[in-house]
């Protein structure tokens, strides 16, 4: 299949297949004016000059330079902010916010933040993608309740006259931060339940459900995702050590549960662990997550359902065994303290 280019808001230029190319443009991140080419075209175009109905591709090759240099440059829906990762295996990403600026984050998530800062509960995340008006509201809402989602944000605004404030997050569990760069990523990123931190205002945090049952029932991710669309910064979390992928018409198969996050350009499916001796005394599962398509893939190396597994098959109170804490008085101590 032949590759496409496209022009995103920052004037940068992504090479991206015609299937992903569809996608971009169902998702709004193609606009009809975003300009694209492909080989045998002889200038770039509007993307609705160039392709009226369905996306077709052509070939391959390097694209000629833009018309008139590069295209005007659009301004961010997102909030510009900074930010810094501090720590190494429990993080905490603090974010740095101009005069106005604005940092949303699940209830529950903020660290601590410098005097200046205020914070308020807000239903929904502020940012237009998701609009639409009340009912708009009320829809994206309604899908949070569903999937037992809180139904508010908190909103986090550097309120001070003049100079920076800082307003930090940490993740609940040990393991990493990633920030994403929306716009570098065509806008939007798919990433497991619960996975997301934090982000700039302006980015949309919706609910992606699954469309196979299989992937759904099977899949470790269950049948709901977490949908970040925007073009500004946002933050997720994993537990362990991160690994990113990027496939490039490869196949990559996962444990389930380890998968944290990937582009829209990826696709995402079950199958059987092996053989039915491989499936039921392997020690792997029953099903694996495969992946696939043209996209960036994050995997973790320690899913939290693994580490709380572990934790509730050590504990005493659950039948399991001290073995860490052999000495003799740690066991009169337990003794008299009932545990």
């Known amino acids: 299949m032949k590759p496409w280019f496209y022009v995103d808001s920052e004037r940068q230029r992504h090479q991206v297949t015609e299937e992903q190319l569809q996608s971009l443009a169902d998702s709004g991140v193609v606009r ?10 002889a200038a770039w175009l509007a993307s609705a000059q160039a392709m009226p109905g369905l996306f077709k591709s052509a070939a391959g090759g390097p694209p ?26 429990m993080q905490i990403v603090e974010i740095e916010l101009d005069p106005g600026e604005v940092v949303i984050a699940e209830a529950g998530g903020m660290n601590y933040m410098e005097d200046g800062i205020n914070f308020e509960t807000k239903m929904g995340d502020g940012s237009e993608a998701s609009g639409g008006g009340l009912m708009g509201l009320l829809k994206n809402v309604g899908k949070r309740m569903l999937t037992g989602e809180s139904i508010f944000m908190t909103h986090f605004t550097n309120t001070a006259p003049v100079g920076k404030k800082r307003v930090a997050f940490a993740a609940p569990y040990p393991g990493k931060i990633i920030p994403l760069k929306l716009s570098e990523y065509g806008g939007e990123i798919l990433c497991e339940k619960d996975a997301f931190l934090c982000a700039a205002k302006g980015t949309a945090v919706g609910i992606a459900f ?16 977490q949908r970040l669309k925007g073009d500004g910064l946002a ?27 990937f582009t829209s350009g990826i696709s995402y499916d ?11 005394f392997g020690g792997e599962g029953l099903f694996l997550t495969t992946l696939s398509g043209h996209g960036t893939v994050w995997l973790q190396s320690l899913p939290f359902s693994r580490l709380a597994d572990r934790i509730l098959a050590n504990a005493p109170s659950a039948g399991g065994a001290s073995t860490g804490e052999g000495s003799l008085l740690g066991g009169i101590g337990r003794m008299l303290d009932g545990n």
């Open 64 to 89: 000629p330079p833009l018309p008139g240099g590069s295209p005007p440059a659009m301004p961010m829906k997102s909030h510009d902010v900074d930010y810094e990762i501090l720590g190494n295996e």
């Open 210 to 225: 699954q469309k196979k049952l299989g992937a759904g029932l099977f899949g470790g991710e269950g049948f709901i995702l």
């Open 235 to 261: 933050f997720v979390h994993a537990g362990g050590h991160i690994v990113k992928k990027e496939l490039r018409g490869e196949r990559l198969r996962v444990d389930t549960g380890c998968l944290v996050a």
């Open 32 to 41: 009809p004016d975003t300009l694209i080419w492909c080989e045998g075209m």
């Open 270 to 280: 079950i199958e059987r662990a092996g053989n039915l001796k491989s499936m039921f």
